[in-house]
């Protein structure tokens, strides 16, 4: 089976950094024997092995019913309660949603109007199901969406049809969500109680949502298992990554900006930015994570990626394999001057504009470091996920913060009480 790799271009030696590649390994050593800060969260270490597969099979039966008998899943929960399961859904079924029958639509991830209104309005005489998600059971995004959601279903379905159609995820004993669970004896997945919010995505609070929409989560899980074993070795694609980074970070780049040249990924950059920007923004530290779509953004952020502040490099994900479906039409008239490109594949325009750019950024002196994945399917999206949650909490100990507490966001949440 193909792996995923990881390449470099204009870093010279930094890659090969003997110091960044030690302070890795040390990382590795802590997070193995859980000896690091925030040991309390390694669950998400083993999970692709040690998955409860008793709830696993209950996910993937409560996936089938709402299959059949929904025409929406509202997802309700914010950062790493949503993140994962909204780009996990994004990268198979694309932007569009095309490819499932059950549409998943996420609330309680701001606290605007118009958005909650243009919902209500795609819901309105559909079939719904809701799957609200939230660790402590008491984050007010999704606790204000859930109270209205809750309200205007109730007019619509009875006490007993209502039961059935939400199902909560949330922690195993504590907070409201958990106290309202058992009291209207709704379904009810658990967090692990060793698994931090962005570190969830292969925990019921992604996988439920995930399934839903059609996507193979056994396949997912296995192409994770099989990331655990390959990124444990002393010299691997994940540890020469995550030493590439912390050296680039000493050398003075503070921004990580995660690229891609699909925009079916654009939402695993969002995921990728909570991940990095929470483990480790802190103590004054941490790389800054960004995120662009090309081509799209070569044609805004491309200038000031290739001639701004030499503060930044790129991370970018590369498929190795890609569909040849489109192809640039003849014409005619060729009032654009293209039929040289006719019968060309859209994959193919995009392959060159990725290698134009490597070689412009190169001569920008843009550090480039390259992931590439076989192809985009579930197995490789399961590998995927866990090559970064490996690299980012390798990187939080390289840099000398806890990969696993979120002081900063708890600092939001009691303000917004506060002030309330
Ligand atoms: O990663 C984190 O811990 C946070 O971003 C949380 O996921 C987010 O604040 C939501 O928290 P909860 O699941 O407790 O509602």
Known sequence: MKKIKCCFNGLGSLPMSKEAFSRVLDSAKKLEDASGEGNEYLGWLNLPINYNKEEFNQIISVANEIKEKA????????????????????????????????????????????????????????????????KSGTTLEPAIAFRIIKEMLSNEYSTLELKDRIIVTTDKEKGALKRM??????????????????????????????????????????????????????????????????????????????????????????????????????????????????????????????????????????????SQNIKVPFSKDNHDKLNNLSGKSLSYLNEIAQEAVYIAHKKGDVPQIMIKIPENNPYYLGMLFYFFEKACALSAYAIGVNPFDQLGVEEYKKQMKNLL
């Open 181 to 322: 669970s058992e009291k209207e004896g709704y379904r009810t997945f658990i967090v692990p109680d060793d698994v931090g919010g962005r570190y969830s995505v292969l925990t019921s609070v992604g996988l439920l949502p995930i399934a839903v929409s059609g996507i193979d989560i056994n396949q997912m899980m296995s192409g994770a298992r099989e990331a655990v074993k390959i990124f444990s070795s002393d010299d691997n694609d994940c540890y020469r990554y995550t030493s590439a980074r912390v050296a680039l970070y000493e050398k003075g780049y503070n921004t990580e900006v995660f690229t891609n040249y699909n925009p079916r990924f654009t939402q695993f950059s969002e995921w990728l930015k909570q991940l990095f920007g929470e483990s480790e923004g802190k103590d004054g530290k941490g790389l800054f994570p960004a995120s662009m779509t090309f081509t799209t953004d070569l044609h805004s952020l491309g200038q000031y990626v290739q001639d701004g502040s030499k503060i930044l490099f790129k991370t970018e994900l590369e498929f190795e394999e890609v």
């Open 71 to 134: 025409d929406v899943l509202l997802v309700i929960g914010i950062g790493g309660s949503y993140l994962g399961a909204r780009c996990a859904i994004e990268s198979q079924n694309g932007v569009f949603q095309t490819k499932s029958k059950v549409k998943v639509y996420f609330l309680g991830i701001n606290l605007d109007s118009d958005y909650f209104e243009e919902i209500l309005n795609i819901i309105k005489d559909k079939s719904v199901y809701v799957n609200v998600i939230s």
